[in-house]
Structure formats: C-alpha cells, structure tokens
C-alpha cells in the first residue's frame, strides 16, 4: 500500500512524525483533487459537489496541492 511505503520511508529518514503527517495529508490532497475533478472533466463545481465540500473550500485544497 502506497500509504505503508511512505510512512516506512519516512520513518526511515527519521522523519518527525508532524511533518511526516503534513506530507502524507498534502500527497493524499493532491491525488483526491486531481482524481475527482478529473473524473468530473476538469468541472470544479461538480468535483466539488461530488467530494462533498464547499465550492470555495474545494478550490482551497486545490490551489493549495499546486502550489506544492
């Protein structure tokens, strides 16, 4: 599981625990977006219907995962 792999790697970099959650809550916030509005053909509005938040919210998380 790619969850289990990553928190493996980061252990093992000696990771801090808060960072290492950052990271795989930023990774997890990529894939859902970039999943979800793709699934609904790049529509922002109906990706964000469909994950359950708020447009404003949703375009957020988005903007937040590009800039990363």
Known sequence: NGMAELGRALVGARVPFAIAKRRAIEDFERAYTEA????????????????????????VVKARTRDR
Request: glycine share 12%; charged share 10%.
């Open 36 to 59: 979800v509005l793709a699934s609904h053909g790049g529509n922002v509005t109906r990706a964000a219907e469909a994950s359950g938040l708020a447009l404003r919210y949703f375009q």
